[in-house]
């Protein structure tokens, strides 16, 4: 095994670069994917990551594809934010299935002061556990996202969902500049940052490459880039969505891994109907995080027995933390480790 330096990155993609990539035969793109993941981890780790939802329904916002939004009647249940204990117990179950990330999500536009201490100890508690921590939980004021950064809190979760052009036709309750601000103040405080989108609502392959090129824009590139498939959900408006083509699905995957070539890309919602081969072909493609665990927030995942079986039948075991979680929080950006290249195939 060669240990080498990263390609340099770019922030300077153009949608027509972007949608040049996305063009490519599939094995094309496949393999320059692969080869740039080689060239930047070793490519049969996956990061795993489990999700809870610490305040479910009733949220403001009209995200068409959202069985969360208090705007559609999807039949689910409000809930008030979860206590402590019940977070706990949750993230050490996590942790003794093989979880190294928790992951907690609210539905709300953005937390209120008086959210934010239970919010706090839930990061601090967590965290205590030897877990990595991760929240989502709508737009952050400056003084919000410094304090979950001085809690300790590793990554904020705040995806971009589709391009700049095609937002107003899925939210239009707030804009694609409170999505970015709110990402700003995120990368100010010194935490991590998850912001990816979603995949098969209708948007056209050049919505796909401006959500990339978004992304990609950010200096640094998001440490980690979700990718979810649209899980169609009754009572939402997407709940008719055309079905997406699992070969689009892995080119986004794919682009994703090329543009962001240090980041993470998790094959993330979606995967309870997607099948072991497009899975694999996701792997291959350059993913390397996803949920586990059975539920998302509100809706299914694998079961923890199907990923473990997944993962022997393709020899990828769970990636290890690296690296300890920034230390002083509140302080600048953490700059990213080198990670090691696993070259034995990269050329
Ligand atoms: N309310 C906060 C927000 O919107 O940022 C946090 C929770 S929200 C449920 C987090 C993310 O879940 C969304 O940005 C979206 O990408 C994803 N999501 C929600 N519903 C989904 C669905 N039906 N299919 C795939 N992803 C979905
Ligand atoms: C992300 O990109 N996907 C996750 C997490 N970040 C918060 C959420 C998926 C939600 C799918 C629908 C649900 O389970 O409610
Ligand atoms: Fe609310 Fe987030 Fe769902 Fe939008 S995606 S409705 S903001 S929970």
Redesign the pocket.
Known sequence: MTLRKPDETRHDWTVAEIEALFELPFNDLLFCAARVHRQHFRPNEVQVSTLMSIKTGA?P?D?K????SGHYNTGLSKEKLQEIEQVLAQAKAAKAAGASRFCM?????SPTAKDMPAVLTMVREVKALGLETCM???MLQDDQAEALAEAGLDYY???L?TSPDYYGDIITTRTYADRLNTLSRVRQAGMKICS???IGMGEQRRDRSGLLQQLAQMKPHPESV?I??????EG?P?ENADDLDPIDFVRTIAVARILMPASHVRL???RESMDESTQALAFMAGANSIFYGDKL?T?DNPDIDRDKALFAKLGIVPEHRAEPSPGPVGGPSVPRSEPLFYDAMAN
Do not use: F, M
């Open positions: 949220c916002e995200c594809y959202c069985p969360q999500g609210a539905a709300w536009r989502t939980l709508g979760n705040h995806n969902d990816g989108g979603i979700p979810n498939q649209l899980v169609k959900v939402t997407l993330s919602a979606g927030l809706t």
